[in-house]
């Protein structure tokens, strides 16, 4: 990877970080004029084949996170970082960040969970979840209960750490 990009799309990381950090939302100004800004770089120094390669990254960036969007496990601003991390990347490499990033967005969530008291309360819930598949051969959700507060993730540092690991190591 060019360096150019790799400081842009680290520059905006952190910046994403810091206002997911302070505000739990990743802001559609930064997403949306860093993909456009990957989208004119990769087109002005690739011509269409890399307005193809941008374009390509972006869905799939977008792609990768849409369900869990969908079943509101995480924002949209997180949604949209990823698309932007694959029009800086392209779609095989958003790919390796989106596993990086979920690896690290698990052991995120059970930390969380560990610092605030609730990792053997949410594992004896999925215990139970899981041996009624087991038997039933039937998933049946257990929602948590009014004691165990959900705490707050913010998955933009996931994603951040995750993109960052993603470069170091397999880019």
């Known amino acids: 990877m060019e360096k150019l990009p790799f400081y842009l ?13 302070r505000s739990h939302k990743i802001p559609n100004w930064l997403t949306f004029s860093t993909s456009v800004i990957a989208i004119i770089y990769h087109t002005w120094v690739k011509g269409t084949e890399g307005l193809l390669f941008s374009l390509k990254g972006l869905l799939v960036g977008i792609a990768v996170l849409i369900i869990p969007y969908l079943m509101g496990g995480i924002g949209a601003g997180d ?6 991390i694959g029009g800086f990347l392209g779609y095989g490499s958003v790919f390796i960040a989106f ?9 995120y969530a059970l930390m969380l969970l560990a610092l605030n008291g609730h990792i053997k309360e949410t594992l004896q819930r ?5 041996k009624t598949f087991l038997l039933t051969q039937k998933f049946i959700y257990i929602s948590p209960s009014s004691q165990e507060k959900k705490p707050r993730l913010c998955y933009g540092v996931a994603i951040a750490l995750g993109t960052i690991i993603s470069l170091a190591f397999f880019h």
């Open 9 to 21: 799309l680290t520059i905006v990381l952190v910046i994403a970080v810091v206002i997911d950090i």
């Open 99 to 107: 596993l990086c990033s979920a690896i690290i967005g698990g052991f």
């Open 79 to 84: 949604v949209k970082l990823m698309g932007v």
């Open 126 to 130: 999925y215990g139970t979840m899981l």
